[in-house]
Every structure is written in structure tokens, then in C-alpha cells.
């Protein structure tokens, strides 16, 4: 059964780059039917999509938040069974809980799994 | 993109009773809709995807209904453990969006 896990600093200086990883178990990255993404949780608030990569390289990004887009930057690294996320220049407003998620690359696009979530926080 | 919003933002309730929960896109996502779970302090489970498939081990009281822009996510009876906030999310096309969340509490 594939388990996805989070890793990554919970604390981040603001104007730094955040960067995460998520390390896949039980499964491979390499299968066009997946992507891999990342979803953030702000304290108190919903979910925000951030951002998805296929294997394959192609990725996309939300341009509902256009500060957070022009800073993502999403890969994956098939060797090493993980994929990574960077967030650059971040603030106080980065500050979230992040889970890394495994999606069907058809119809919905649902999420199936999820990694149990890495809290940040973007302080001095 | 593609705004979902989900009413009402929170629901009083008692176990066994049904649950109804409404999900509106401002655009036609077809079927391209899913639903989640979250309880406190944990991840998101995916319970429907495509609108109206249960998702594997997720018990057969939650059903999922609806296509263009009206979905619905309904709950026969409530058990205890069902209390928690729940999620629409669509995929028209890049980017995903979820929807804000009805909570489901305890009366």
C-alpha cells in the first residue's frame, strides 16, 4: 500500500526558501496514471492547492494565489522515490500545515493518498 | 477558475440522523468532482470521487450525487465517528480547487 511522508524544517526565517519532501513507500512515482502534489492547510482555514507533477515532468500551479505561484516550484525525483516542493521568499502568510498527495490522472483528479501533513511555520 | 461553495458552512446534528451537504461550482465541472473527510489533526480521506463512486473501504451510508454544477454529498445516518468538516474539490481543468468546508457537529 503506498504511504507518502512529509519531511522538511517546521520552522522557516521569512524571505527564505521553504523546501519540502515527500518520500513514496510501498509504490513508484513512475506511473502516468498519478500525479504528485502539494496542498497547504492554514491554520483555522481550508484547503489550498498548490501545486501537481507527473512524472514525466509536467507540472502546474495554482494561479488562483499569484504570489504563491511565481515562487513554486514542484519536481519529482523518480530514482529516489520522492518529490519535492519549493517555496520561495516566504512570509508569515506561508505558514500552513503542508501535506504532499498522490492524484489520479483522470476524471476528478481526486486525491487518494495523503502523507499525514508537516506543519511550518514562518517566523524570526 | 473554478469556484466551488459549499453550504451550510456548519450543521447541527445528532447520530442517525441523515445528512445533506451541497456543493454549487460557478462553472459545469461535468463530474469531475470529489469529496473528503477531515477530522481534527489529521489528513484528508477521499470518500467520493467522480461525482458519485465511493472511494475503497468507505462505508456504503455515504453516497455522492449530482453532475454540472449542483452536487451532493449525503450521509443515511450518522455515526458518531462521522462527525468532522468535509470537502468538495473539482478538476474542469487546471488549476484544482476545493471548496471552503461544512463542519458537521454534535447537537
Known amino acids: 500500500q503506498l504511504q507518502l511522508q512529509e519531511s522538511g524544517p517546521g520552522l522557516v526565517k521569512p524571505s527564505e526558501t521553504l523546501s519540502l519532501s515527500c518520500g513514496v513507500s510501498g509504490g513508484s512515482l513512475s506511473s502516468s496514471s498519478f500525479y504528485w502534489g502539494w496542498i497547504r492547510q492554514s491554520p483555522g482555514k481550508g484547503l489550498e492547492w498548490i501545486g501537481s507533477?507527473?512524472?514525466?515532468?509536467?507540472?502546474?500551479?495554482?494561479y488562483d494565489n499569484p504570489s504563491l505561484k511565481s515562487r513554486v516550484v514542484i519536481s519529482v525525483d523518480t530514482s529516489k522515490t520522492r518529490f519535492s516542493l519549493k517555496l520561495s521568499s516566504v512570509t508569515a502568510a506561508d505558514t500552513a500545515v503542508y501535506y504532499c498527495v498522490r492524484g489520479h490522472a483522470r476524471g476528478s483528479y481526486h486525491m487518494d493518498v495523503w502523507g499525514k501533513g508537516t506543519t511550518v511555520t514562518v517566523s524570526s | 477558475e473554478i469556484v466551488l461553495t459549499q453550504s451550510p458552512a456548519t450543521l447541527s446534528l445528532s447520530p442517525g440522523e441523515r445528512v445533506t451537504l451541497s456543493c454549487r461550482a460557478s462553472q459545469n465541472v461535468l463530474t469531475y468532482l470529489a469529496w473528503y473527510q477531515q477530522k481534527p489533526g489529521q489528513a484528508p480521506r477521499l470518500l467520493i470521487y467522480?461525482?458519485?463512486n465511493r472511494a475503497t473501504g468507505v462505508p456504503a451510508r455515504f453516497s455522492g450525487s449530482g453532475s454540472g454544477t449542483d452536487f451532493t454529498l449525503t450521509i443515511s445516518s450518522l455515526e458518531p465517528e462521522d462527525f468532522a468538516v468535509y470537502f468538495c474539490q473539482q478538476r474542469d481543468n487546471w488549476p484544482l480547487t476545493f471548496g471552503g468546508g461544512t463542519k458537521v457537529e454534535i447537537k
Open positions: 507533477s507527473y512524472y514525466s515532468g509536467s507540472t502546474y500551479y495554482t
Open positions: 467522480d461525482a458519485s
